[in-house]
T-cell receptor, first 112, second 114 residues
Framework: QQQVKQSPQSLIVQKGGISIINCAYE??????FPWYQQFPGKGPALLIA?????SEKKEGRFTISFNKSAKQFSLHIMDSQPGDSATYFC???????????FGSGTRLLVRP | DAGVIQSPRHEVTEMGQEVTLRCKPI?????LFWYRQTMMRGLELLIY????????DSGMPEDRFSAKMPNASFSTLKIQPSEPRDSAVYFC????????????FGPGTRLTVL
């Protein structure tokens, strides 16, 4: 019940296309859902995060869509650029616990 | 601020040797986390500290692993004795306060145990 399932494992998108990464969770006590971006040789860095009181959050080309009833959330990258090529991790946590439970990661490649 | 600092960046050792990884969190951050990243298991939380006190070490794989935080600006993760299956990238992260606060990750230490 503590798991966060992430798909796909890898994704190839043409420049200008939309990248979509999906995550699902079981524990309804989760109330914070961040996405982290990791470039090769670097540590993960927070990209965008959402709480379940909203269904969507947008920051620039990056949007999180959240479906509380389905216990799913997704990251959409609009107008994908080669510089977006990285590994993306979804995560979840509960306010009462400081632990972040990470998904397995999605390796995104944006072709020029 | 320089961000989270980890050393060494790369470590190659032989099975059975002791390995010590070091971390300096961001000044003013009161939470410190140690993660391990492998292809097979992804990002796993090993242990985290609040105000230098270990809060949850349930992710520490076995007694060969130990972590300390003697002061607010320094933490170590020690593996003794090391085994080939410990080969991974180890990340340290820090954050300020409770709730939905961002964790800032260091660059990681790539450990190879031969």
């Amino acid at each position: 019940q503590q798991q966060v399932k992430q798909s796909p494992q890898s994704l190839i998108v043409q420049k200008g296309g939309i990248s979509i990464i999906n995550c699902a969770y079981e524990n309804t006590a989760f109330d914070y859902f961040p996405w982290y971006q990791q470039f090769p040789g670097k540590g993960p860095a927070l990209l965008i995060a959402i709480r379940p009181d909203v269904s969507e959050k947008k920051e620039g080309r990056f949007t999180i869509s959240f479906n509380k009833s389905a216990k799913q959330f997704s990251l959409h990258i609009m107008d994908s650029q080669p510089g977006d090529s990285a590994t993306y991790f979804c995560a979840a946590s509960m306010d009462s616990s400081y632990k972040l439970i990470f998904g397995s990661g999605t390796r995104l490649l944006v072709r020029p | 601020d320089a961000g989270v600092i980890q050393s060494p960046r790369h470590e190659v050792t032989e099975m059975g040797q002791e390995v010590t990884l070091r971390c300096k969190p961001i000044s003013g951050h009161d939470y410190l986390f140690w993660y391990r990243q492998t292809m097979m298991r992804g990002l796993e939380l090993l242990i985290y500290f609040n105000n230098n006190v270990p809060i949850d070490d349930s992710g520490m794989p076995e007694d060969r692993f130990s972590a300390k935080m003697p002061n607010a600006s320094f933490s170590t993760l020690k593996i003794q004795p090391s085994e080939p299956r410990d080969s991974a990238v180890y990340f340290c992260a820090s954050s300020r306060g409770l709730g939905y606060n961002e964790q800032f990750f260091g660059p990681g230490t790539r450990l190879t145990v031969l």
